[in-house]
């Protein structure tokens, strides 16, 4: 048999912690209960992926259903299963076996799996579980995660949570097996904000909508009276920043989630847009329209004081911090056509860092600070992008008639974007990139959908 | 009262427009009925005799001949019925990005409301809105339904007071 590290571009990977040790922490949305399952003593040697190439080969692991503790738990842990799968292999780094093909039943979550049963099926990783509802009602779901040729255990952890909250249990579980088999945080507990939209395409109606990442659990925040654009999360509290078109001028808006309140940002006297938070959630850039100019202005959400950052007879807009709120990316048409610039957050030295042919549009600085994501007007068609923060290194990701309005996975590795499908009928839908522009996948929604946002992980 | 006198005029024409949109539509294709049938003065009269409507080309706001005629009739017949405000909305095509449209939208608006400034309507009569790329009137994916989306329409907006 060849080592797995020969035959999967694995690495070697360090164990985890000492046996025997408890970890809990607590969830503050979900009340979870989080703790590391000690099974076997670790191993040196450990099953990774290396994401750090494009185009890799997934890696294939075997996700039986996790065993039912009660008879009435079975559809839920069935459901659990489908998720996790789900998830992973949307990722475009796994390939879920086909059941039909397991020789092991794992009927109990207390031994070890038959690894040869296991390896014969060529599956890498195996993930096996356990859910049961306890006496109280909660939910306690507990899986492990073993390297199959290695025959250990690379993680276990167990959750308790209540039974609503069974989707939330396998998105943590899958960024927990994420994160194990590739060194990078994961991103399957978070949502995304959205505009959703129906109607036809010279009377559309527009709401803003809240849903998870994987398209499950929509909820519509706004109720389509007002055109509503561009969408926010805040980084720190259950926010989100978008523009409205009520009254006289459209405006930014804050908008509380959870409560629903709503506030204008800012007196301004004119139109607002284009708003994003900054890093610490304590202010709002935005651009406001003077006349023929747009200039960008932060607004502490504290102090209500406000801070004019750019001052040129240019339309200056779609402001995005970097991931230290040191400095901020916008575009500008200043020089002629539309630019990515890079300036301090105070507003100094702007330097203009985009060169290439064509017109950059609506930078998004990653939450790693690597990269900048834009999107690019050349030769009649809409590119999705990335570019180091001093300009070098563009890649293309996608390109077509229309692609629009990248954002971030809170671990910088895969982007959403919208794709507007040409024609009478047509219209905008999420879809969703790596990185390294392979496995492109569209997102669920229930109708048209542009100006997706991507939340910060959620646990 | 003389506020009253305005409004007694406007049911009347209102009335009228009524009457006359009813017998356009019955001679749709006669070009002398329903051209004649509008009401000097009326929103009809602002959208069909001197045109709500100017065009821009790719990504400017400048505005052609054709546009400046447009809104030079625009200003005579604001001038001729000085109890009107417009509220000019600036539009973009589909062909640019959300946020850049909306700037874009507003540098068109703001130039057609200087231009009819320039003209002698009073700036306090005028006001702007961008749209962006939000509401085009023409929707197919080529350039005989972009030419018509980019556009600024001065829009009447106080008919009924």
Known sequence: MM????????QKFRPIGSSGALISRVAAVTCLVLTFLAFSSPASALLRIDITEGNIQPLPIAIPDFVAGGGRDAQVAGDITDVIETNLRRSGLFTPVDENAFVERIENFDAAPRFGDWRIINAQALVTGRITVQPDGRLKAEFRLWDVFAGQQMTGQQFFTTPENWRRVAHIISDAI????????????TRIVFVDETGPKDNRRKRLAIMDQDGANVRYLTNGGDLVLTPRFSPTSQDITYMAFTGADPRVFLLNIETGQREIVGNFPGMTFAPRFSPDGQRVVMSLQQGGNANIYSMDLRSRRTT?????????????FSPDGRRIVFESDRGGSQQLYVMNADGSNPQRISFGDGRYSTPVWSPRGDLIAFTKLHQGKFLIGVMRPDGSGERVLTEGFHNEGPTWAPNGRVLMFFR?????????????????GFNLQKVPTPSFASDPAWSPLLN | MLRNEISRRFRTLTLALVAALF??????????????????????????????????AVDQTTLSPTARATLDKQAQWLALYPQYQLTIEGH?????????????????????RDYLVSRGVDASRLNTISYGKERPVAVCNDESCWSQNRRSVSVINNVSS
């Open chain 1, 308 to 320: 004019r950052l750019t001052n040129s007879p240019s339309i200056d807009t779609a402001p995005s």
């Open chain 2, 23 to 56: 017998v356009a539509g019955c001679a749709a294709n006669n070009r002398d009925v329903a051209g004649g049938a509008v009401q000097p003065g009326s929103v009809q009269d602002f959208v069909v005799n001197v045109g709500d409507r100017v065009f821009f």
């Open chain 2, 92 to 112: 973009a095509d589909e062909r640019g990005t959300r946020e850049y449209n909306l700037g874009l939208g507003a540098r068109r608006s703001t130039a057609v």
């Open chain 1, 420 to 436: 507007e499908v040409p024609g009478e009928a047509g219209g905008p839908q999420l879809w969703s990139v790596d990185l390294t």
């Open chain 1, 178 to 189: 994420y994160e194990r088999l590739t060194g990078e945080k994961g991103y399957f507990d």
């Open chain 1, 3 to 10: 080592p797995i590290n020969q035959m999967m571009n694995v």
